[in-house]
């Protein structure tokens, strides 16, 4: 049985630095068994790969690809609160935000990419109750925004 953390590098991946505050909160906060995350963007170094409405500026493909980074945000922010990938016990609930263009109705599918990355890492305890929504706009210009809640150990 692999660990989240082998799991993760077995995806080619590694937990990110947290991703810095950009306004007056914090990454995350742990209350008893559970850690909140802050929203997080799809910063990569800092930076925003993309910008834009989701089914103008860029399409429902790439708008995934950056949801996932937004879920490895997210669990960095979790493993920094709660010691590490290994002490998180179940991801509950992931809420989704798309920057959406009128008429794109295809939320959920952006959002399958924070989902689908959980899944991977941690199987059944990556399964999760969740929310998609349709924004006008997001901080930075941002194509997504994902934030999630994790029970821990």
Known sequence: MSTPEERLAGLGLTLPEVVPPLAAYV?????????????????VDGKLA???KVGADLDADLAKEQAR?????????????????????????????????????GQ??????????LGEVFGDAGRHARSAVGVAV??????????????VR
């Open 69 to 105: 980074i937004c879920a490895l945000n997210a669990l960095a922010a979790v493993a920094s609160v709660a010691g590490g990938l290994s002490n998180i016990v179940r991801i509950v609930k992931v809420v989704g935000f798309v920057a959406s263009a009128p008429g794109f109705t």
């Open 108 to 117: 959920p599918q952006v959002i399958n990419g924070a989902s689908e990355l």
């Open 138 to 151: 997001l901080p930075l210009d941002a194509p997504v925004e994902v934030e999630l809640i994790a029970e």
């Open 50 to 52: 993309v910008t834009g």
């Open 27 to 43: 990454p995350a906060v742990r209350t008893g068994d559970h850690v909140y995350t802050s929203g997080q963007l799809p910063l």
